[in-house]
């Protein structure tokens, strides 16, 4: 029996020299991937790292029925640099393939996927209250509405309103203060229906975030495929990478497709059981206002451009 067997079988019987027997197991780990190939001095730490947390339930599972525990110590070690270098290739891939550019959504070549963000994020100028009120007068032909608890009798107001709550999962509780102003309700009654509607697409909200996840997670995988595939000089190889594209592909349309599904903003069913208001209003009012707002930008486009 060898001096590291007679520890390990002490240290399993007293359970002492732990402290000593770790430090010997450690340095023959450390010197484990020195010389072989791909391998460089950087790697011999970080697979003592990753094989650190396994040295105690080693030491635990050694039976003495003859052989030496560099024997099984060695086993363990063949078998965990095999899964360390995998993880670490899969790593390189993946940290390749999430900086290439983006093909998707008609986002900007020069934008890396780790660096998407939506676009409702962009930084925007301050709030101009006066610049606003004058703006809602022209495309919404309404007047700023006198200081009275209930004005949902006003319909240029209940538009705005009604636009507002529509994207009540982008806003925050300043641009209710924002929306205050230019309808006339009072903040109280916007922050509250704003909470309602936020609570009633909860659910959505969370799912469109599970499945932009999966999305990124299939496109992820199937780039690295396609890196795979190119850099394969075996004819089988590349078919079996050509199989495991194409099954990708399906996955991420798929995902795609149910992303589609997911409504975006609060339904008009919803808008009517926060606010109170008849669903056929609520159609016809954002119908309304989207003709409006449709007939303003091409005027605006049509009118000659001057400096």
Known sequence: MSQLSELVTEYQRTGRKRHELRERIALIVYNYPQGRRFFEEDDAG?????FQPRIDRIIRRFHDQGNRFEAYLGTNLRYQLHSYVQRKQRAKL??????????????????????????????RPDFDARAAEQRSRRVFGMHRPAETEDRV?????????????????????????????LTGYRYEYLFQCWTELRERTFCRRR?????????????????????????????????????????????????????????????????????????????????????????????????????
């Open 153 to 181: 009798n006003d319909p240029h107001s209940r538009r705005l309103l009604l636009l507002g709550m529509k994207a009540a999962d982008y806003l925050e509780p300043h641009h209710l203060e924002k929306l205050a102003i």
């Open 46 to 50: 970080d697979f003592l790292l990753y």
């Open 207 to 307: 799912r469109l975030a599970l499945l932009q996840h999966r999305r990124n997670r299939a496109y992820l995988q199937l780039r690295c495929l396609e890196i795979q595939m190119s850099a394969s000089n075996d004819e089988k190889t590349r078919q079996r990478y050509v199989r495991q594209t194409q099954l990708q592909r399906e996955r991420l349309r798929a995902v795609v497709a149910l992303i589609e599904r997911v409504p975006r903003t609060p339904t008009n069913r919803d808008l009517s059981a926060v606010l109170g208001i008849p669903k056929g209003s609520i159609d016809s009012g954002l119908y309304a206002l989207r003709g409006a707002l449709c007939e303003i930008e091409t005027s605006q486009k049509a009118a000659p451009y001057v400096e």
């Open 94 to 123: 993946r940290h390749y393939a999430g900086n290439l550019d983006l093909i998707w959504e008609g986002v900007g070549p020069e934008l890396l996927l780790n660096e998407a963000t939506p676009q409702y994020a962009e930084q």
